[in-house]
């Protein structure tokens, strides 16, 4: 990906390299830690590491409410681990910094300061600013940029047809987008974290995205924006919030009906079994059963021991419910991301029911994770690297994401209520801070959805794949004429917006085909609006 091999038209219009934090930001920094500083741990340092601490110690804690992870690219990786590192990143890409407002929303001499904030863009199939052509903007989600350069190919297969400039914009707080001058310092404790929400997120976007229009000369190149997952929540709401910004969204498995009790709280792992049992209805007994069966080992005499050995952990378990929690999330991300042509949800089975008759109900379920997993030395709670993602979506999930998922009594699993008071403690527990169960759906709304936006808001398409258990979260209904819900039956999270593969299913290729068909539309509607009103001038 190339940084400086600029066209030199290009390369006087904007600034590449990266650049210090301007000196009224480090005031600002300086200000609010007011600290000392060790000849050897910085104390930032320290208190980071606690806050890791504090994080990794309260996610394993019996009762720990998890909110699966929303993301775009997770299911890929998952499958891949290596992917990132062997993929090559197109010479086509050029990097990019923005001196970004801090603090969009207020007018304190501190607000004003700036952070670099990375964007990438593609100008090669680009049919430039004097012939209005489209500008497509990936809004980035809760990892940094880099995965999804690879990963997301809706913008790049699709570029050549709508002769599209392409940009990508990293969500600040993660990769190289970080405020307060150090990842350390911007993870330090709830003051430093206030400022990492999605209003000031889709402001960034806004921010930036006309920066690239005034530079380019592009006043009139329509802009589409593109998301998956929470970034799909973004593309939505940035289409409401700014619409003389993006002249439409696509918003791919964006759960923005999971908030505020719209959706019930059970609904998430409702569809995980539902998966499975569509399935193989003999794996959904054998998982349904297994859980009494560990309950069951693990009150007896070194039953964690047993139950250590049994599923090869990678350290003893200290609690059943480590056990419990790690199978969780690999049936509930494998129903997520039930893409093919693996499928994951038909691995793990295809593994419990290949296994001996004779074999006891636990050799069953660890055959499972060894097919799902592949050969390793061990499998359960693996050495874990604690990054800016993993403490950066609780921090959201603490703060204002706050999607109510609980287990109901007919699934798969034990049932697990979501206790929203238990959740709170939790966090203050963390952060210091409470949660604002409320306020995402207070500041776009979301209750009484298609009443409230069938007059007001437009073109906005609203993708979902119906295996993807956070589809029951999701618009799964025309709300309007350009406010669409195009959902395929055998979809997954985010599989639309994923590159084009020459063994994609037909629904997906048409899912796809529909998709583009309606930004097309879109567009041609904007420039016959344009060309009336130029005609008139």
């Not at 990438?120 to 940029?145: D, R, S």
């Not at 439409?248 to 569809?271: C, E």
């Not at 499972?368 to 499998?379: D, E, K, L, Q, W």
Request: some cysteine.
């Amino acid at each position: 990906m190339s940084n400086c091999c600029l066209d030199p038209g290009i390369a006087k219009t904007f600034e590449v390299k990266k650049t210090e934090p301007n000196k009224s930001y480090s005031c600002f920094v300086d200000k609010l830690r007011a600290m000392n500083y060790s000849p050897k741990f910085p104390v930032q340092w320290v208190q980071f590491m606690v806050m890791i601490l504090s994080i990794t110690s309260t996610g394993i804690a019996a009762g720990w409410t998890d909110i699966p992870r929303l993301s775009p690219t997770r299911g890929i990786i998952m499958e891949d681990p290596d992917l990132l590192s062997s993929a090559a990143v197109s010479d086509d890409l050029q990097t990019f910094y923005y001196p970004q407002t801090f603090d969009h929303f207020n007018y304190q001499p501190q607000s004003y300061a700036t952070f670099q904030q990375r964007y990438v863009m593609n100008f090669k199939y680009w049919g430039g600013a004097n012939n209005n052509t489209p500008i497509l903007a990936y809004l980035g989600a809760e990892a940094p940029l880099d995965s999804s350069l690879t990963v997301i190919g809706f913008l790049n297969d699709n570029a050549v047809n709508f002769n599209a400039l392409l940009v990508y914009i990293e969500h600040r707080y993660y990769g190289k987008s970080i405020p307060f001058g150090s990842r350390e310092e911007a993870f330090k404790n709830a003051s430093t974290l206030g400022y990492f929400n999605s209003a000031q997120a889709i402001a960034d976007y806004a921010e930036i995205i006309m920066h690239i229009k005034n530079k380019l000369r592009a006043f009139y190149s329509p802009v589409i924006v593109v998301g998956g997952s929470y970034g799909g929540m973004l593309a939505s709401w940035l289409r409401l919030k700014y619409p003389h910004v993006a002249l439409g969204a696509l918003a791919s498995s964006a759960p923005i009906l999971y908030f505020d009790k719209i959706t019930p709280m059970g609904a998430y792992y409702s569809v995980v079994t539902k998966d499975f049992r569509e399935a193989s209805e003999t794996c959904y007994q054998t998982i349904r059963n297994s859980w009494s069966e560990i309950d069951k080992i693990a009150s007896q005499p070194n039953g964690l021991s047993t139950l250590s050995m049994i599923f090869k952990t990678c350290k003893p378990l200290n609690k059943s419910s480590e056990l419990k929690s790690a199978l969780k999330n690999m049936y509930a991300y494998a129903a997520q991301y039930d893409s093919p042509p693996r499928y994951p949800v038909t691995v793990i089975c295809r593994g419990i029911n290949g296994a001996n008759e004779k074999q006891d109900i636990l050799s069953k379920i660890f055959a499972g994770v060894v097919a799902y997993r592949g050969n390793r030395s061990c499998y359960i709670n693996p050495p874990t690297n604690e990054s800016e993602t993993t403490v950066g979506w609780r921090w959201q999930t603490c703060s204002e994401m706050v999607i109510p998922i609980g287990i109901g009594n007919r699934t798969i699993f034990q049932p697990q209520p979501f206790n929203l008071n238990s959740f709170i403690q939790q966090c203050k527990t963390i952060f210091g801070v409470p949660p604002r169960p409320h306020w995402v759906t207070s500041y776009y709304g979301g209750h009484d959805i298609k009443l409230i936006l069938q007059r007001f808001g437009s073109n906005i398409i609203f993708s979902n794949g119906l295996r993807d258990p956070y589809s029951r979260g999701g618009v799964l209904e025309n709300i309007s004429e350009s406010i669409l819900a195009v959902k395929t039956v055998n979809g997954s999270h985010c599989l639309d917006i994923l590159a084009q593969n020459a063994s994609d299913p037909e629904w997906l290729v048409k899912q796809r085909q529909t998709e583009v068909e309606i930004i097309r539309g879109w567009i041609a509607q904007y420039y016959a609006d344009l060309k009336a009103i130029l005609f008139k001038q």
